[in-house]
């Protein structure tokens, strides 16, 4: 039996509104578990990029998904997609003794 033209792409119409809805998860996650994963690492790019702007701290980090904060003290949001995931993250950068 051979698949014909119509019949994929049929088959793809389909699936696509399937595809489109996995790619709308939103997941909290808390700061504490990346941070320790990433200073175990020996990479925060944060802190990297407070170097380099001759700061000495990272403070009020926001999540910033396509320009939506979401501020909470102890989590950061993630989403989740069909994919990939992202994260995207802002802050200010200080000098503190």
Request: proline share 4%; net charge neutral.
């Amino acid at each position: 039996m051979k698949a014909t033209p119509l019949g994929l792409a049929s088959l793809f119409l389909f699936a696509t509104p399937a595809l489109a809805m996995a790619a709308d998860k939103i997941v909290h996650l808390p700061f504490e578990q990346v941070v320790a994963e990433a200073q175990k690492a020996g990479r925060l790019a944060l802190q990297n990029d407070a170097k380099a702007a001759g700061a000495n701290a990272v403070v009020d980090i926001v999540s910033n998904y396509n320009d939506v904060v979401y501020s909470d003290p102890a989590n950061y949001e993630c989403h989740v997609g069909f994919l990939m995931s992202g994260v995207q993250l802002k802050a200010k950068l200080a000098k503190v003794q």
